[in-house]
């Protein structure tokens, strides 16, 4: 299926490795010039070697979103240098696993711009240029945690839920412009930050890393994790027209995990 994104330009952060380089990999994969955006610049060049080996087009700019001036400065360059913009792909990696009175002041606001600010800041800057064009595909990468929350993960449970709130406001906004907003929950996928999850996890319990995949897997109906190229096949098809019909949603790719109706 040609998804009809051969020539846009995406631009997706924190896309040096696990679920974010999966979402630049879709959407390079379908045609789209690429800006990928990452703190970790090792991982960055490597990531971008691999894909232009595939024949794909990819910018990249170091760049650590929790910090509103790099992640407004990573969309304007990526603007200036190539030229427009039609897709983002917000995203970046999750706080850190913690209990609730072990969380000071300073690591609620980490993880408030980490995951909710450097959002807004983004799409703000991406914002006049899609509406000029009167065409745009929004995506923020959230968690299954929004609607099912994950013991351990307060700050992730707390904020994300910001992001839902913002993309569906934002999504009536800006209807009239044909720019559409949506949300990703994943819920466990074969990454590095998911073993670090189970490592964690392992060393409180005095258990294997391996012993908490699979307890994971026992409560996933597909009995399985995710491989992160499912997980970019759902990017590609919302940044498509394809998808024109949906805005304001809030979409799980998690085997099943979540167990509400709606």
Request: net charge neutral; hydrophobic share 45%.
């Amino acid at each position: 299926m040609d998804l009809g994104l051969k020539g846009k330009i995406a631009l997706v952060a924190g896309a040096s490795k696990g679920l974010g380089l999966a979402a630049a990999k879709a959407l390079g994969a379908e045609g789209a010039v690429l800006a990928i955006c990452s703190r970790d610049e090792a991982h960055l060049l490597k990531a971008a070697r691999e894909m232009e080996s595939q024949g794909m087009h990819v910018l990249t700019i170091k760049a650590d979103v929790s910090n509103p001036t790099q992640a407004c400065a990573f969309v304007k360059n990526s603007i200036d240098k190539l030229g427009s913009v039609d897709i983002l792909v917000n995203n970046a990696g999750g706080p850190p696993p913690m209990a609730f009175e072990d969380i000071d002041i300073d690591t609620w606001g980490s993880g408030f711009r980490l995951n909710l600010l450097s959002t807004i800041v983004m799409i703000k800057t991406a914002l006049p240029i899609m509406k000029a064009k009167r065409w745009g595909r929004i995506i923020n990468m959230t968690s299954v945690a929004v609607k099912q929350p994950i013991d351990g993960l307060i700050i992730s449970n707390t904020i994300r839920c910001g992001v839902i709130g913002l993309a569906k406001t934002l999504s009536k906004e800006l209807a009239p412009y044909n720019i559409t907003v949506n949300n990703i929950c994943p819920g466990y996928f074969l990454t590095n930050r998911v073993y670090r999850l189970a490592d964690s996890i392992a060393k409180e319990n005095e258990a294997k890393p391996e012993d908490v995949i699979a307890e994971w897997e026992r409560d996933i109906p597909l009995k399985r994790l995710g491989n992160p190229e499912e997980f970019g096949s759902l990017v590609a098809f919302l940044a498509s027209e394809n998808a024109s019909y949906i805005t304001g949603t809030s979409v799980q790719i998690d085997g099943g995990f979540y167990r509400g109706t709606m």
